[in-house]
């Protein structure tokens, strides 16, 4: 019996999709690896909807939740408008319910997305909270960006940094353990990288420059696996390089004092972005204008059977080959989850 915590590795959800297929004509886009949403035909609009769930946090995860779900929506190219939640708690935490609406109301408000519905309940059998939240939005069909549009020649951008969700759940959910290790200033920092989570901006500034040809969220696996998806949906291979990358001082210190891979780790906050390779320049430069960590990290292959990351250490990571996110195993052997 196969071991496996959190996302599905791609080739297993490949298979699993395929009972899925129809013949629906309504849908444009349904369920396929390395796709951040589905897209279906409702008269003269497209309705874009994504569906997420947090369960590897508990501080802030009403946070985490809106802005992990509006991200997908956010990589097609256009806002996001509306959420359903579904939150799930420990029996008897009301505390957790009053901290988890208080965020969800909070976060919805500055991204000016609307609650729509929900389900709320107290479930047995449940000794952490678990929230699904579902994102819509309207668009047309000329404005929609899909991530499989990549193109060979294109350039790969990344935004922010390596492993920011990842850091931020680490640094609040082990506190104690990193005090013995890291000063607590960086840890206090780390705690508030959700605080740079979200990017609806970062996409909006990407598609308003012009030659964006695909986007895509790096969440579970972090940003191998994010690369991962960005190749296996398109088709195409691709060659990134790690040097290229920008990584957070205090991702780095609890990379090391916990030995785990930060390309391996959560990496919602950071976005890929496929440009043409005119404009992926003018992307970056107008990225970091408005305050927001970009470089052009690599480029799409037309050779499929390529797709790879150069380490500093001068090794190689191949990324036809499953990869498995840190973040379980490093809450599962402090007993967090």
């Known amino acids: 019996m196969v071991s496996i915590k959190g996302k599905l590795p791609s080739a297993i959800l490949e298979k699993l999709l395929e009972k899925f297929r129809t013949d629906d004509a309504s ?53 996001p408008k509306w959420l359903v939640p579904v939150i799930l708690l420990p029996i008897g935490r009301k505390d957790l319910l ?26 047995p059998g ?18 929609l960006i ?25 640094a609040n959910e082990l506190e104690d353990i990193l005090l013995n290790y890291i ?4 840890i206090e920092e780390a705690k508030h990288f959700s605080e740079m989570i ?35 949906s398109s088709g195409y291979g691709l060659e ?31 976005l890929l972005i496929v440009a043409d390779k005119n404009k992926a320049n003018k992307i970056v430069l107008n990225l970091r204008e408005n305050g927001i960590k970009a470089s052009i990290i ?6 499929k059977d390529t797709a790879i990351i150069y380490r500093k250490n001068g090794t190689i990571m191949d990324l036809h080959k499953q990869i498995k996110e840190e973040l379980w195993d490093v809450l599962e052997k402090y007993n967090r989850i």
């Open 240 to 270: 990134v390089y790690e040097k290229d990358m920008v990584f957070f001082d205090a991702t780095l210190k609890i990379a090391n004092v916990l030995g785990i891979d930060p390309l391996r780790l959560i990496s919602s906050g950071s």
């Open 98 to 123: 009053d901290e988890i609406i208080e965020d969800i109301s909070s976060v919805a408000k500055e991204l000016k997305v609307s609650i729509i519905g929900g389900h709320t309940e107290f479930t």
């Open 146 to 170: 899909l991530t499989s549009n990549s193109k060979p020649g294109d350039k790969i951008i990344m935004t922010k940094g390596v492993g920011i969700e990842g850091t931020s759940i680490i």
């Open 27 to 79: 849908i444009i886009l349904g369920p396929r690896v390395g796709e951040d949403f589905a897209v279906v035909k409702m008269n003269k609009n497209l309705l874009i909807v994504h569906s997420d769930p947090i369960t590897g946090a508990i501080r802030r995860i009403g946070w985490y939740a809106v802005h992990i779900v509006c991200n997908d929506i956010a990589t097609s190219g256009i806002r």
């Open 298 to 303: 690599g480029r799409i292959l037309d050779d």
């Open 183 to 186: 000063d607590k200033s960086i």
């Open 126 to 143: 449940l000794d952490r909270p678990i929230i699904s939240m579902t994102a819509f939005a309207d668009a047309s069909m000329e404005d």
């Open 198 to 232: 979200s990017v609806v901006r970062d996409a909006e500034i990407a598609v308003n420059t012009g030659g964006v040809h695909a986007m895509h969220d790096p969440t579970e696996g972090g940003i191998a696996m994010g690369l991962q998806e960005l190749s296996f």
